[in-house]
Each structure stands twice: as structure tokens, then as C-alpha cells.
């Protein structure tokens, strides 16, 4: 099989090879689309914890991305670890340079394990350009609490930090609900005139290293394909969720998702 569409990851390397753009790459290939990468910092980490973090300079990051889709254009881009100021503007301007409209911008600012993986002066930076440029944000509760400069604490609350975010610039905003205390994980996407609710069971496992960066990638995967935002996560959701159920179990700490556990999804989708 030909690989659909070709999608842009613009993130950090996981060493352990369950989060960052190792996950991206795996989903994407497990979705039967064609990745291609940008790596904007490479960490030493294992499923207990993150070593160290190396910063890759703004301008060789820039020159990836842009070096990279003047030759092959993506159908779509994914972005997640942006570590500093220079790196989001470096980002943003080489975004205006390749004009591709469907981009997906996951705002990773925190590891499992607890370790930050931006530095605090980015975030506003992040919420002027590049969170109004994408198509789509996808925080998690602490996340979309920063962003928003609200507390979350139940699913009316997801409702209110999302509407914040529309309001100061945000297209389209999916607040993955997986922090709150309940059985049922409900996310939320909201876009300027409509707000779903995706519900779930909640998985009662510590192995769901790098569901984030998977969860992006394949809805980046989904858009690139055609189908609409809101589908697209439905069935991103859908994806996470078999890897989750299937997960290997690798590792002492927060061990990683089974991205090739959906392939009976693969086949739906074509
Ligand atoms: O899941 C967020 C994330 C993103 N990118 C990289 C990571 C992690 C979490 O560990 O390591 C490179």
C-alpha cells in the first residue's frame, strides 16, 4: 500500500521511544501515511524519567522544516515539544514560509514523570502566534489550566477553558479530559459554534507514556486524509484507546502504548 498522505512532525526525540516523534513516526505509519520529521530537541529519558534534554538551535530546526517540505510538501503538520522562545518564533516563520493549512499543535509543557519540557516565558509567545495559526490545539487539563489561567476541576470547567481559549485566538480546541478523577474520560473539542463531548472508560494502568503525542499524530493522520476535525479526533480517540488496551507493558515506570494494536482500525479507515 502507498502511503496516503504525508504528514510534517515538528517535536522532541523520546529516547525510550514511547512519546515524542518515535510515537509520532509509529502512528503515523501505523495509520498508512508517510512521516517526516523536524526534531526540535532530543531527551535521554527511560519510562521513569527524563535525563537530560538537549536543545536543538532554532535556525537547524527551522532549516528541517523547511528544507524538508520544499521538496516533499505535507499534506499536514504535527507540532509538540517547542522548548524556548526561539524555537516557537523559528517555528512560526518557517510555518509562513511553507503555507500548509492543516496543522495540528499539541502544547506539551510537562513529561509524565513531572519534568518540564518548556520554559515558562514561551507560553505566552506560544499563545500569540503559533496556538492562533493552528488548526487545532490539543492541551490536556494542566495544559489548557495554563493557557486558559483557569482551575479544572469537572467537565463544565473544560467547557469554560476551552471557550477562553477560542476567545483569545484558538480555531478549534480539544481538552483531553484523562487528569480528572472518574471512571469515564470525557474529552472535549470545541470549535467557534459546537461543542461534543467524546466519552470513554478510563484504562486503570500507569502505562500511558506518550498518549498525547499519539493522540495528535493520528488526528493530524485523520485531516490529512480528509475527514473533518471533529471526526478526526473521534477517531484519534478511538486509536489511542486500542493502544492503550493493548499496551506491552515495557519498562519499571510509565511505560508506553501498543501503536500497531489498532491495525483492525487501519483496515476500517481505508
Ligand atoms: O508527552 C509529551 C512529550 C513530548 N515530547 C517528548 C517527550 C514527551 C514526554 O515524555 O519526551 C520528546
Redesign the pocket.
Known sequence: MKPRTKILII????SSGG??IQADIKTITALGSYAMTAIT?V?S?NTTG?KSILAIPAKDISRQIEFTSKDIKPDAIKI??LHSTDVINAVFNSLKKINVKKVILDP?MV??GGTK?IDSSSIEILKSNLIKRASLITPNIPEAEILSKTKIFSKDDMIKAAKILINSGAKNVLIKGGHLKSNLIEDIFLSKNEVSVFKNKKFITKNT??T??TLSSAIATYYSCGKTLKKSCEMAIKYVNHAIGSGPNFGKGHGPINHLGAINIKKKFK
Open positions: 517535536a522532541g526525540s523520546d512519546a515524542g530537541a531527551t529519558q527524563v509538540g515539544m506539551v513529561a509524565k519540557l507514556h506518550g498525547g503525542c
